[in-house]
């Protein structure tokens, strides 16, 4: 089992920035993977960022390319993301999600973090 708690979520303006923190407990070692995903109101979760160390890889949606940099440090347990240039399409609930198998879908969710950006 691994547990993730989100925070760093907030009412911010657009063109502000915010960063989201998740931390992991538990079995860490097994993950292969760590992402970011959000949830707008009315709309389903989408795919925000991911990262994986073997090998050492980062993705992002093309919404947030540029934009948002997911990072993580490794002795905190702790995985970041970044978000820069906010906007507010980008307002949504954010969770952090991970992955411990080698391939297919995100095993693990946290409970989420409300972003919100104002115009």
């Known amino acids: 089992q691994v547990q993730l708690v989100e925070s760093g979520g907030g009412l911010v303006q657009a063109g502000g920035s915010l960063r989201l923190s998740c931390a992991a407990s538990g079995r860490t070692f097994s993950t292969y993977a760590m992402g970011w995903f959000r949830q707008a109101s009315g709309k389903e979760r989408e795919f925000v960022a991911s990262?994986?160390?073997?090998?050492?890889?980062?993705y992002y949606a093309d919404p947030v390319k540029g934009r948002f940099t997911i990072s993580r440090d490794n002795a905190k347990n702790t995985v970041y993301l970044q978000m820069n240039s906010l906007k507010p399409e980008d307002t949504a609930v954010y969770y952090c999600?991970?992955?411990?198998?080698?391939?297919?879908?995100?095993?693990?969710w946290g409970q989420g973090t409300q972003v919100t950006v104002s115009s």
């Open positions: 990262m994986t160390w073997n090998p050492s890889s980062t």
């Open positions: 999600a991970a992955r411990v198998v080698p391939v297919g879908s995100f095993n693990f």
